[in-house]
């Protein structure tokens, strides 16, 4: 499930880079003040690279998702570095904002220390021989 809401942040990251590009042409003072078209670009492309990582690790979550339930062993150890990592980032995201974003980042470092606490004590499950 964290896979799939990344990989919607990251479709929702990916429009607003879009929307932000395209709006920046229809700035007037664009072409009054020097180098601000540039800067206006290099903002966008900037998000452009953060959500190709956005999209990237939720793809990464959604594999790594797909495989622990068939019981390898790879993708526990891996999904329990994705989710600390998922922790860690949305812990970030605690600190500003209002209060709803708060409630969210709270949300997804709950929902990620439940996957580390869930993945380190399901051993026995992944040890065994044959995953069905």
């Not at 799939?4 to 929702?12: A, H, M, R, W």
């Not at 790594?64 to 980032?89: D, H």
Request: aromatic share 8%; net charge neutral; glycine share 20%.
């Amino acid at each position: 499930m964290l896979g799939v809401l990344t990989l919607l942040l990251g479709i929702f990251l990916l429009l607003g880079a879009a929307l932000f590009a395209g709006a920046a042409g229809d700035i007037p003072s664009v072409g009054e003040m020097p180098g601000l078209g540039g800067m206006v670009g290099a903002v966008a492309g900037f998000v452009f690279i953060v959500t190709l990582i956005v999209v990237g690790f939720g793809a990464l979550q959604l594999v790594t998702g797909l495989k622990v339930l068939s019981g390898r062993g790879w993708a526990r150890t891996t999904g329990i570095v994705i989710a600390v990592i998922g922790g860690v980032l949305a812990l970030a995201g605690i600190g500003g904002g209002d209060g709803g974003s708060v409630v969210i980042s709270l949300a997804f470092v709950a929902a990620n220390a439940f996957v580390v606490y869930a993945l380190a004590t399901a051993g026995p499950w992944f040890g065994r021989s044959s995953p069905s």
